[in-house]
């Protein structure tokens, strides 16, 4: 068996869920095989050759994989697929975008978002919003599967000795194109990998107690910014910052939940985080089942007091 990993990166440096990835990627078999698909993409080839326990890493470098268009990126990957067992990416929303369409393509079954590998067939992935695990077992001669990185620890970034070989399959199919892309720029760190992240729920009541309360917070402890869903579809902050189920899942060392309540959709998105402190007022809000400490305080009165102390 050799597997097939999917590289997420922005055509300069891997992300870290391509890490987390090539670890899953590590607990089915130990021949590894990275697809860097991109344009100018070396930099990225030649990182993923340091990764611990990569054999081998395929570089398609050409326009049409630029900005990892779906319709072009599927084609690709299924060119590829005939010598491998499996193949795999981050559950990402690039993974989620193209790794259907491999499936369809090739006419099997997918396992998506796992969080766990049984064995080469068996795998684990959350059900009914993470309350239940179930464990699934793949009959596909060519398992295509989808991996929650937060679930995995990442694979050493040095340490490996792979091999570059250039591929020139694929190409541009011609059924979209890229127009363009608004990016969210902040010298915090990405959400969903993050060591710490603080986010706020509908109890902060505005966008101004964001930045009032939770940001200075934030950056005293180098920390993600975050947020519940109803704290984002008041309009508090961007869409790109919601935790759960609908939103980022995130798994830190730290992650510290300001008035939020604490909703299904919530939960499954932050419950596996290593350490979970809770600030609300209501000792009964559900988020207490899942915090390792909570403290039943007004978030105006605790929050200031935390960050002077930092």
Known sequence: MTVLVYAEHDNQELKPATLATITAAGQIDS???????????????????????????????????????????????????????????????????????????????????????????????????GNAIATVQSVEDKIVLSVRGSAFDAAPATGGSASVES???????????????????????????????????????????????IEPLADKLGAAVGASRAAVDAGYVPNDLQVGQTGKIVAPQLYIAVGISGAIQHLAGMKDSKTIVAINTDPEAPIASVADYFLEADYQVALPELTSKL
């Not at 030649?46 to 050409?62: C, F, I, R």
């Not at 779906?70 to 990402?92: D, F, K, M, Q, R």
């Not at 902040?186 to 060591?195: I, V, W």
Request: no cysteine.
């Open 31 to 129: 021949d590894i095989h990275v697809l860097v698909a991109g344009l100018h993409a070396q930099a990225v080839a030649d990182s993923a050759t340091q990764v611990a326990g990569v054999s081998k890493v395929l570089l398609a470098d050409n326009p049409a994989f630029a900005n990892a268009l779906a319709e072009n990126i599927a084609p690709l990957v299924v060119e590829l697929a005939g010598n491998y067992s499996h193949i795999i990416a981050p559950a990402t929303t690039t993974g989620k975008n193209f790794l259907p369409r491999v499936a369809a393509l090739l006419d099997v079954s997918m396992v998506s978002d796992i969080t766990a590998v049984v064995d080469e067939k068996t795998f684990e992935r959350p059900i009914y919003a």
């Open 167 to 213: 591929v020139s399959v694929g190409g541009d199919s011609g059924k979209s194109s890229f127009v363009g892309e608004e990016l969210a720029k902040s010298d915090r760190p990405e959400l969903t990998s993050a060591n710490i992240v603080v986010s706020g729920g509908r109890a902060l009541s505005s966008g101004e107690n964001f930045t009032k309360y």
